[in-house]
């Protein structure tokens, strides 16, 4: 009988190995395919810096929209690669961002197409409910950095900062809040009291002075951010904005 235990041990170990090698060859084919149009974009733009041309603007338009349609296609039809780090990708430029729970992963890239007005592309990966899905952000005016995660009772906060470029000298830096609940994800959750109302983002403009971030402190549940004068000078001084149980508001 251990005899045979053995086996089945070894055979089940082998077929494991053969099982995750041969996924792993599928997401480098994967990365591969992807990787070709992240250098078209790259040859592109450092065409349309020596040369003035509409084409270079389309051809930069065209790589970005099928980098867009294949990356929502290979995440959505195959659910492991929320997992696989894209290694060669981020050296490309893309940003692969993963929530500590492993439910939530966003891709995040400069086009390359804007002016002094950096755009992005955004694809959303969500494991949830045993299924894997993938949609686009419709905003593009940012580009994410980090998810920070928040579990409570029968739900799940995740809450991504991110970068924008407004302008030469006028730059943004935000936190936007995303929840899992009840087996639904919400990509617009209202949870932050302001004098304005509830908001589902905190963010502020700034020129480049002192260049502070976002954070979160999940320990004490509460998103630290500098604060900013009109002018979009960035100070010392911090605001603080506590989960109280329902909220997140505003202390002192």
Request: aromatic content about 14%.
């Amino acid at each position: 009988m251990k005899i045979l235990s053995c086996h089945i041990i070894c055979l089940l170990t082998a077929f494991f190995s053969l099982h995750v090698k041969g996924q792993n060859n599928n997401f480098k084919k994967i990365e591969k395919d992807l990787l070709y149009h992240f250098n078209r974009i790259n040859y592109w733009t450092i065409n349309q810096m020596l040369i003035s041309n509409t084409h270079i603007a389309d051809s930069i338009e065209l790589e970005n929209k099928i980098i867009e349609k294949k990356l929502k296609e290979y995440t959505n039809t195959n659910p492991s690669t929320i997992k696989y780090p894209f290694p060669e990708l981020k050296k490309a430029g893309l940003s692969v961002i993963t929530s500590n729970d492993g439910s939530f992963r966003i891709y995040s890239w400069d086009t390359e197409s804007g002016g002094t007005e950096h755009l992005y592309n955004n694809i959303f990966q969500i494991k949830n409910n045993g299924r894997t899905i993938s949609f686009s952000e419709d905003d593009d005016t940012r580009g994410y950095s980090k998810i920070f995660t928040l579990a409570l009772k029968g739900k799940t906060i995740y809450l991504a900062t991110y970068d924008g470029v407004y302008a030469t000298l006028l730059f943004a830096k935000g936190i936007k809040l995303f929840t899992i609940e009840k087996n639904t994800f919400n990509d617009s959750a209202r949870l932050i009291k302001t004098g304005s109302g509830l908001q589902n983002e905190l963010s502020y403009e700034y020129h480049p002075s002192l260049d502070r971030t976002i954070t979160f402190d999940s320990s004490s549940k509460t998103i630290y951010l500098p604060f900013v004068l009109k002018g979009g000078t960035v100070t010392k001084k911090i605001i603080k904005y506590r989960f109280t149980g329902n909220y997140f508001e505003k202390i002192k």
